[in-house]
């Protein structure tokens, strides 16, 4: 094998590799979601966690979302696992829909120490943006298996009337 070709074959990977980080960059950034942890949050301290990443004040995650439309609606799927329905709000702002929770800590029970806690705990924020205005009292959500399920009926506009004008 030649050097030349070596050189082109490390660019042509490091292409791919640049390529593909840029992509998860684009792609993921609408869908991280900073988690802000309250107080009485219950988190274990940092002396409490062997995990050097870990930041009990604040934590990331990314909730991964689907945005679907046809001609009678939008549908938004969010993931956020490891919640109960009670904690969620949803609304609707202008031209985007807002959904905040709350992530609650859960201890274990038995004496121990955490290895890694990369999971986020706290209130969180989620802001996507509808595709077209919707009519927000004909909206329904549910919440199963760790999805959150909004279905946002489209404001329909009426086709304009053809009128036909005599001239005088």
Do not use: H
């Amino acid at each position: 094998m030649k050097l030349e070709e070596i050189k082109e074959g490390f660019s042509s990977f490091w292409d791919s590799v640049a390529e593909g980080w840029q992509r998860l960059r684009e792609s993921a950034a609408s869908a991280m979601t900073r988690f802000k942890a309250g107080k009485d949050a219950g988190l274990p301290v940092e002396g409490e966690v062997d995990d050097e990443f870990y930041l009990p004040s604040q934590g990331w995650s990314m909730l991964g979302g689907d945005v679907f439309e046809d001609d009678k609606r939008v549908v938004v799927r969010l993931e956020v696992p490891g919640m109960d329905k009670k904690d969620l709000e949803i609304e609707v702002q202008g031209d985007v829909l807002v959904v905040r929770g709350e992530k609650r800590f859960e201890r274990e029970s038995s004496e121990g120490r955490y290895r890694v806690l990369q999971c986020a705990y706290g209130n969180f924020r989620r802001i996507v943006p509808l595709p077209t205005p919707v009519l927000t009292d004909k909206a329904r959500a549910d919440y199963k298996n760790g999805v959150l399920r909004i279905e946002l009926p489209k404001v329909t506009m009426d086709k304009p009337r053809k009128l036909t004008i005599k001239v005088d």
